[in-house]
């Protein structure tokens, strides 16, 4: 199972709005509405902040979003801010009954 | 509230192998499965496996079949994750993660550093 494609970095201004793109397969992203999302901070653990192509979990701001069109999934940070400075992963359910995860994005705050 | 306490970090020569233990508190442990994923240094997250407390099904990515083998400990509330036959593209750290009942790991463990080296 190869890695979600992701790209390897992402910037923007504060209030500016960025989105992340997470290309897959049949296999996975195109064959379920199983895609998440995962905020890490250096030497941290992940943090969930998106699940089911576009469910946010309690305590995540509403300025993150998902989306899903065939077998790309997208997370979009609307009013950008410098705490949203961080490495943001994609992950799928797949078709092998596993997960997949994508190989990550650096978001950067100009 | 959720938590997931990790084992300490561990060092291992090439050939051996390592158990790593996870500890669930704050929720119906029989309830949810448990991920393991890694991270290299400097690198992106890998999903290893899944297992349900419940009965003990286990899931494994391709890649790890064969050399790993995840149990658990009810009694305990304890999950473990070993990794035989250990390279040095095994050091990494490992986490263990709670599945939030859809398809992803909603609390995360703090993670264990696995260092191989001769």
């Known amino acids: 199972q190869s890695a979600l494609t992701q790209p390897a970095s992402v910037s923007g201004s504060p209030g500016q709005s960025i989105t992340i793109s997470c290309t897959g397969t049949l296999s996975d992203i195109g064959s379920y509405n199983y895609v998440s999302w995962y905020q890490q901070y250096p030497g941290k653990a992940p943090k969930l902040m998106i699940y089911d192509v576009s469910k946010r979990p309690s305590g995540v701001s509403n300025r993150f979003s998902g989306s899903k069109s065939g077998n790309t999934a997208s997370l979009t940070i609307s009013g950008l801010q410098a705490e949203d400075e961080a490495d943001y992963y994609c992950s799928s359910y797949t078709t092998s009954n596993t997960y997949v995860f994508g190989n990550g994005t650096q978001v950067t705050v100009l | 509230q959720v938590q997931l306490v990790q084992s300490g970090a561990e060092v291992r020569k090439p050939g051996a192998s390592v158990k790593i233990s996870c500890t669930a508190s704050?929720?119906?442990?029989?309830?949810?499965?448990v991920h393991w994923m890694r991270q290299a240094p400097g690198q992106g997250l890998e999903w290893m496996g899944i297992?349900?407390?419940?009965?003990?099904?286990?899931n494994y990515a391709q890649k790890f079949r064969g050399r790993v083998t995840m149990t658990r400990d009810t009694s305990t509330r304890t999950l473990y994750m070993e990794l035989s036959s250990l390279g040095s593209e095994d050091t990494a750290v490992y986490y263990c993660?709670?599945?939030?009942?859809?398809?992803?790991?909603?609390?995360w463990g703090p993670g264990t550093l696995v260092t191989v080296s001769s």
């Open positions: 704050g929720y119906s442990f029989t309830s949810y499965h």
């Open positions: 297992i349900h407390p419940s009965g003990g099904n286990t």
């Open positions: 993660a709670k599945d939030s009942g859809s398809f992803s790991g909603d609390c």
